[in-house]
Nanobody
């Protein structure tokens, strides 16, 4: 069994900052890609940022220069530091990872349940 649990969401004023965390737990042998997606009301889920097992990062154009993704492989965690938040960043943010479970030889893709970020004055 593998679980992803996000935390750190909340209400913040425009221009403010939040740090999201995602903890992976369970029978984990290895974690590959880790990423953050978001889904705003009435919109499709979209990639915000991702990071490879080697540390290579990729960002959506809308968040470049404002958001930073990082990971702690020893703790099986991924983070999203969000600065300069805008009302259009309001969404449910989801953690997504590729995990190889103990006793398995191939990875599977997992999603967390999401954490709500609301940017409003």
């Amino acid at each position: 069994q593998v679980q992803l649990v996000e935390s750190g969401g909340g209400l913040v004023q425009p221009g403010g900052s939040l740090r999201l965390s995602c903890a992976a737990s369970g029978s984990i042998l290895r974690i590959g890609h880790m990423g953050w997606y978001r889904q705003a009301p009435g919109k499709e889920r979209e990639l915000v940022a991702d990071i490879s097992s080697g540390g290579s990062t990729n960002y959506a154009d809308s968040v470049k220069g404002r958001f930073t993704i990082s990971r702690d492989n020893a703790k099986n965690m991924v983070y999203l530091q969000m600065n300069g938040l805008k009302p259009e960043d309001t969404a449910v943010y989801y953690c997504n990872t590729d995990i190889v479970r103990l006793g398995s030889y191939r990875g599977m893709n997992y999603w967390g349940k999401g954490t709500l970020v609301t940017v409003s004055s």
